[in-house]
């Protein structure tokens, strides 16, 4: 079992549409969360980070479940430029991040 | 501009013929790491290290070796290079503040090995 899982998708949503991605880790003594943004074989960038409580950035908002070991990201009212691949990226007690293999986002006109 | 830089950007090479990455980073980061990229793996880390002549293996080190002679360098050495090292390479940085922190990454190396 890989250590963070994503559907690799593609979605394929119009622009405007709200699209949910959620991913699942399997180490439970996980401390840090992220979401990072790759477009086509560019270097992933960091989207946000994701809180215990939930967090919200414009259209993005991130949830964490620690007692289901999931991370979700909603994105509201997509934008054509919200194409690229989402990886979803878990941190341990170490300073190691491991990476989700990345879920595609295709909006179309 | 705080930035991650990687030489070369594109290499073609042949089997066994010795190549070195370059990474450097100006954000005076103790954390380094080399990744590669393959479809459908998703990010592998290489190697990593935790501050100046501190470096460690990551979860796939074989056919690689790093150095970490100066805080803001942090070279990839292939020594005898093989096709299946054919792939996306990416080097990043962050400070080290007591766990896994946000990594910024450079620009990426594509590598074909025939």
């Known amino acids: 079992r890989k250590e963070v899982e994503q559907d690799p998708g593609p979605f394929n949503v119009p622009e405007g549409a709200t699209v949910a991605f959620n991913c699942t880790y399997s180490?439970?003594?996980?401390?840090?969360f992220f979401w990072y943004r790759q477009d086509c074989r560019k270097e992933p960038k960091l989207l946000m980070s994701?809180?215990?409580s939930g967090n919200e950035d414009g259209r993005f908002t991130a949830q964490l479940n620690r007692a289901s070991q999931y991370i979700s990201l909603l994105i509201r009212d997509s934008k054509l430029s919200d194409s690229a691949t989402y990886l979803c990226?878990?941190?341990?007690?170490?300073?190691?991040?491991?990476f989700g293999s990345g879920t595609r986002l295709l909006v179309r006109p | 501009e705080a930035q991650v830089t990687q030489n070369p950007r594109y290499l073609i090479t042949v089997t066994g013929k010795k190549l070195t990455v370059t990474c450097s980073q100006n954000?005076?980061?103790?954390?380094m790491s080399w990744y590669r990229q393959d479809p459908g793996l998703g990010l592998r880390q290489i190697y990593y290290?935790?501050?100046?002549?501190?470096?460690d293996k990551g979860d796939v080190p074989e056919g690689y070796k790093v150095s970490r002679k100066e805080k803001r360098n942090f070279p990839l050495i292939l020594e005898s290079p093989s096709p299946n090292q054919t792939s996306l390479y990416f080097c990043?940085?962050?400070?080290?503040?007591?766990?896994?922190?946000?990594?910024?990454f450079g620009p990426g190396t594509r590598l074909l090995v025939l």
């Open positions: 990043a940085s962050s400070p080290l503040r007591g766990g896994a922190e946000t990594q910024y």
């Open positions: 180490n439970s003594a996980s401390q840090s």
């Open positions: 994701v809180y215990s």
């Open positions: 990226v878990v941190g341990g007690s170490s300073y190691k991040l491991i």
């Open positions: 954000m005076n980061h103790e954390y």
């Open positions: 290290s935790m501050n100046v002549e501190v470096t």
